[in-house]
């Protein structure tokens, strides 16, 4: 039997894009082969072995009664339990349905919704069980990735930054898009990780890093967003990757507030 | 159905190496076969429903979080049906730029299903961490073809895994010719590595497997189709995208969050992908790619599931040929993204994802906000056919033990490269089971 600490990837409601960010680790990959034991990652082995595990990496949110069992049952065999990605961390873009009647988006999509057993929400996984770490994004960062890892193998805190998009920007020498074009940007509020790749791309942060550890909502509202947009298209934008995280939600609902059943996703014509 | 026979029942609880969650049950009698059925469990996430009301711009951000594998399928089909609403021409420099990208995409994920998915199988191999210690050469240069793909994505949108530049009307931020002028030489490499690659791949022992099926994919006389033609099948018929809807539709059965989809009129499934790609558009291959496919000694039509592995494999060698032209002759003089007016408007699209055939509409308010989606993704369409399949090869191993069975049973499934994340989405389905 292998000594090697032993990585459990385990998936809920989600792309899978942030365990593929492992695979995408092409020049890492095999090493880290060496340095854990992979004993349980539906996606890339058919070994999958029961727990203990030292680490559980989890991707996605829970969204259905049984979700709820499997969560509670991988917290009690892993050792540290790592969420990873927005899904995990704040709900995901499908906890849109915590914030609408579930029973409508049902009908909308299946022709016969007693076949699906869903709960009404889309809740992260830190509602449910203690999580050790959250690592942020939609989809995560590699380079932070194999840090997280890194470091839970040495034991140690992971280094991961959490000052706003902004710094980065600044310091990757982009032309601020709010200030020379006019663009609305999330950059303000939204936690760093990405690389700050959207203003690079001439277009504004759309937050799908989540909330910073330090926000100004309400100035970023009335400041970056209100001068360029509606209220109502202000609120909906906050609610998307992680609109369910409570910084962003809090704004969101403040602009566009909540009316009865689904009838407000359907308000969208008043974009200036 | 005698019910007193003895049965045996093989569940499949995950299963692995594809993409999302799903699960196999079957339930075999004495000498016959009662029931199979891929069983999709992956909790559906209802994006057709959310995407309501939303502004079109985030549209392709959105859809792309149906899926981490082929994001660029999502945006892209999104983008062109929005452009097709509103009759938004792009220039033939972003076009072939957005071509690019496509093809980073096909090299990203067939990369990794050639030799971390699907390889291991032909090697009796748990992972492909696995075979790297028994092919170390194969699968480490299979890593670095990967690479190539998301160095491309990264350069292009941003990032590999959901990327940030595609807009409505082109892109948000054009790349500098010297930006992709350094990626020649990864992309000649490439061209050489996965020529090498498939020759690695004619090498395999494939499973004699025949499961006759009607291949469906998009085909253009122009170019191997990926994102314009017509919906081209096996069978001859061939329909304008306009008319998808008319002629398939999807129904929902109680073993699966996924739906299924069917061509009105005929009962048989079809299968998209790779495999239906080669033989619809083999003649619009390279050379170099139709004189490998011959040099291995692969002759179509070929009906082996098994197969699929050379298709992902040869269109990797296109990608990496075609994409090595447009690395070297693009001129980024022009205008990023055209401007354009919103008004009330449907407008639909189909391109090839990697792992098939995918269609969007929207239905599209005065301002800009979606009022209604669709979105068919290619593993709802390839479900009945895996099925059919599993069918088929299940009477040949009647008498393994249920372990090899379900071993097997998941070589089938795999074939298909599957991608559950995406089959779980959708949309109203116009037909219930057992309304004609």
């Not at chain 2, 990327?163 to 409505?168: E, F, G, Q, R, T």
Request: with cysteine; hydrophobic share 40%.
């Amino acid at each position: 039997m292998s000594k090697l600490p032993r990585l459990a990837v385990v998936k809920f409601a989600s792309c899978d894009g942030c365990q593929l960010t492992l695979l995408d680790c092409e020049d890492e990959l095999l090493a880290l082969g060496e340095a854990v034991h992979i004993a349980h990652f539906a996606e890339a082995s058919s070994q999958l072995e029961e727990g203990p595990y030292d680490i559980a990496l989890v991707e996605g949110s829970i969204t259905t009664p049984h979700d709820v069992e499997r969560i509670l049952l991988l917290r009690s065999i892993s050792r540290v339990l790592i969420t990873i990605g927005a899904c995990a961390t704040s709900g995901g873009i499908q906890a849109l349905k915590n914030f609408a009647d579930h029973q409508e988006f049902m009908k909308a999509v299946y022709a016969r919704p007693e076949f699906i057993q869903t709960l009404s929400t889309s809740t992260p996984i830190s509602q449910h069980v203690k999580v050790d770490f959250e690592l942020r994004g939609c989809p995560v960062d590699k380079v932070q990735l194999l840090e997280v890892i890194q470091a839970y193998l040495r034991g140690v805190r992971p280094k991961t930054s959490s000052e706003s998009v902004c710094q980065p920007c600044k310091r990757r020498g982009t032309v601020c898009v709010v200030v020379v074009q006019g663009i609305p940007c999330l950059g303000p509020i939204t936690q760093s990780g990405c690389g700050s790749i959207c203003p690079a791309f001439d277009r504004g942060c759309y937050g799908c890093f989540g909330p910073a550890a330090a926000t100004n909502m309400t100035s970023l509202s009335d400041n970056v967003l209100l001068p360029n947009m509606s209220p109502t298209e202000a609120g909906k934008w906050l609610r998307s990757f992680n609109g369910y995280s409570p910084v962003f939600a809090e704004e969101s609902v403040r602009l566009w507030p909540l009316t009865l059943s689904n009838k407000s996703h359907k308000e969208g014509g008043d974009t200036k | 159905m005698d019910d007193t026979s003895p049965k045996r029942k093989i569940h499949v609880p995950i299963l692995t190496r594809v993409e999302g969650e799903g699960a196999l049950n079957i339930v075999l009698g004495r000498d016959s076969i009662q029931r199979v059925e891929l069983n999709i469990y992956e909790p559906p996430r209802f994006f057709e429903a959310f995407l309501q009301g939303r502004n079109h711009n985030e549209v392709a951000d959105i859809t792309a979080r149906i899926c981490g594998i082929c994001p660029i399928a999502y945006q892209m089909t999104a983008i062109q049906a929005m452009e097709s609403a509103w009759g938004i021409q792009i220039s033939e420099s972003i076009y072939r730029l957005r071509r690019l990208m496509y093809f980073a995409e096909w090299i990203e994920s067939h990369g990794l299903h050639i030799h971390l998915l699907h390889a291991p199988d032909f090697f009796g191999c748990a992972s492909g961490l696995e075979l790297a210690k028994k092919e170390p050469v194969a699968v480490q240069r299979g890593l670095k073809l990967k690479k190539i793909g998301n160095q491309v994505l990264e350069l292009l949108g941003g990032r590999a895994i959901h990327p940030i530049s595609l807009a409505v009307g082109g892109f948000f931020r054009l790349p500098r010719r010297e930006e992709l002028l350094q990626l020649v030489p990864q992309f000649e490499w490439g061209l050489e590595a996965s020529i090498a690659m498939v020759r690695w791949i004619g090498g395999f022992a494939f499973p004699e497997f025949h499961s006759p099926t009607t291949y469906v994919a998009l085909q253009c006389p122009q170019e191997y189709a990926i994102m314009k033609g017509v919906i081209a099948s096996s069978d001859g018929a061939t329909v304008d995208v306009g008319k998808y809807e008319q002629c398939f539709y999807e129904e929902h059965v109680e073993h699966s969050t996924a739906l299924h989809a069917h061509r009105v009129g005929n009962p048989l499934p079809y299968q998209v992908g790779p495999m239906a790609r080669v033989h619809l558009s083999f003649d619009q291959l390279s050379p170099t790619v139709r004189e490998l496919a011959e040099e291995i000694g692969w002759t179509l039509p070929s009906f082996n599931p098994y197969h699929s592995i050379i298709a992902r494999g040869l269109e990797l060698v296109q990608a990496f040929q075609e994409g090595l032209d447009i690395l070297k002759s693009f001129e980024p003089k022009v205008q990023a993204r055209v401007a354009y007016e919103t008004s009330e408007a449907s407008g639909c699209s189909a391109t090839e994802a990697p792992r098939g055939l995918i269609y969007h509409r929207y239905d599209l308010d005065q301002s800009g906000h979606v009022s209604r989606a669709k979105i068919v993704p290619p593993t709802s369409q390839n479900q009945r056919q895996i099925e059919r399949d599993l069918v088929k090869i299940l009477p040949s191993l009647l008498s393994e033990t249920d372990e090899n069975i379900a071993r097997r049973c998941e070589t089938v499934i795999r074939n298909y490269d599957p991608c559950i994340s995406c089959a779980t989405h959708f949309l109203k389905v116009r037909r219930t089971k057992g309304v004609e």
